[in-house]
């Protein structure tokens, strides 16, 4: 019978539910196929549970700060400080590009916000100055994954409360792969712009430096206070979110105000996407009951030792997995359903929490810019017009380039954790 389970899960999909409701409703299934309907009825609360913890009361605040700083104003000052410190560098405007998604990332946190933002300001003037619209669209999507990894980063906070790791370690250890990331895709659009001779900035064009730095620093300064804040035990990574709040209120009120009209916005918004995340967290704690039922992860682990796969084969099985479960599902879907199944065992095996945090996460924000449903890739085709398959061929140089720096994150551990171990927020 429970066969049956993933037949009815692509019925639910079919009929267009919401994924929250397709979640719970073949978990109920999945409940009755394995005989163990009488245990559902303690699912409210193994649901309590799931959702009572401290740290996901910074994920709608970092959510709303992030919008209201998406609506004062702030793109604009950013992209004219990354013009002025990289655009009169060949292939200019892609660099730019990818900078400006660095800063961004200490903003918004969010990968989808960021290819959204710069799919309406950046792909236009990269087309009027001579770059395909597929080669705009590619670099944009590209380098908005680095939004996931530098703090604050929603999914760290997800993966964090998943697995009960440090939020302030898993935001200091983002920085260093974020920096990381984003020098890959300098090197790649360098290569690009020398192969496919992509023009500058002319100098006139370019604003000055340290007018356009004094400008953006309003925004720029956002990250150093949530992070600096953390760091030197300020404040819990909750608290840090409420001042990012604040500060993001009074930012994008330095630069074009803020209209009640778009507070309420910024608000509404943050209701509807912060509800999404805690319905679908719902729906994969019945999941996670009856895999504690079944005893899956034990499962996993006996498989492991059969197999004879060690530490490193596991990881690299578990990052194989994770990667083709980010093409076909959303990063928060991924992670509830995956990260309570297949983490355990990893850490069993002598893996460091806050360094898998990091690689897992990397690993599914790479599945938002792969075929065939990488959700940055489909803000991007909506925004600019390019067709989506076209988009998908011109941006598999990067996404190669963005598998290697992961292969370089697991290798590596040290990237990920030399910066919470300096700063005494981990072992």
């Not at 799931?50 to 740290?55: A, K």
């Not at 498989?303 to 194989?320: E, S």
Request: overall charge neutral.
């Amino acid at each position: 019978m429970i066969w049956l389970v993933p037949l009815a899960a692509v019925g639910f999909l079919a009929s267009g539910l919401a994924l929250a409701y397709v979640i719970g409703g073949s978990a109920v299934l999945a409940f009755a196929a394995s005989d163990n309907l009488r245990y559902l009825a303690v699912m409210p609360q193994k649901i309590f549970s799931q959702i009572s913890v401290f740290s996901l009361l910074a994920m709608p605040l970092f959510i709303l700060a992030g919008e209201v700083m998406n609506r004062g104003g702030v793109t604009k000052a950013l992209i004219d400080a990354s013009m002025a410190l990289v655009g009169r560098m060949r292939g200019g405007l892609g660099h730019v590009n990818i900078l400006t998604s660095v800063f961004f990332a200490g903003i918004s946190g969010s990968a989808v916000a960021d290819a959204a933002a710069l799919s309406n300001t950046l792909v236009p003037a990269m087309r009027e100055r001579g770059y395909t619209a597929a080669y705009a669209g590619a670099i944009t999507a590209a380098s908005s994954i680095i939004g996931p990894i530098v703090p604050p980063s929603i999914i760290l906070i997800f993966y964090g409360a998943l697995m009960q790791t440090s939020v302030a370690a898993l935001f200091v250890a983002g920085i260093l792969p974020g920096l990381v990331l984003a020098l890959a895709l300098f090197i790649v659009n360098g290569w690009y712009a020398w192969k496919e001779d992509h023009p500058r900035i002319e100098k006139g064009d370019a604003p000055r430096i340290l007018p356009a730095l004094w400008h953006a620093a309003p925004a720029m300064c956002l990250p150093l206070i949530i992070v600096g804040g953390i760091v030197f035990g300020w404040m819990t990574p909750t608290e840090a979110a409420a001042v990012a709040v604040v500060a993001a209120a009074l930012v994008a009120w330095f630069y074009e105000g803020l209209s009640p009209s778009d507070m309420w916005h910024a608000l509404a918004r943050t209701a509807v996407l912060t509800g999404s995340i805690f319905m679908i967290l719902c729906a994969v704690a019945a999941f996670g009951h009856l895999a504690a039922l079944e005893r899956i992860p034990q499962a996993v682990a006996g498989l492991v030792d059969q197999l004879g796969l060690g530490p490193a084969g596991y990881l690299l099985a578990m990052n194989v997995m994770f990667i083709l479960a980010g093409m076909v599902l959303d990063v928060t879907v991924a992670l509830a359903l995956l990260v309570p199944l297949l983490a355990p065992v990893a850490l069993a095996n002598g893996a460091d929490p806050v360094h898998l945090g990091i690689v897992i996460c990397f690993n599914l924000s790479i599945g938002l810019i792969s075929p065939p449903l990488g959700g940055c890739l489909l803000i991007v085709s909506t925004v600019t017009g390019v067709r989506y398959w076209e988009l998908a061929r011109k941006i598999i140089p990067f996404v190669i380039v963005e598998i290697l720096v992961l292969a370089l994150l697991v290798v590596v551990p040290e990237i990920s954790l030399a910066l919470p171990r300096l700063m005494g927020l981990w072992n």
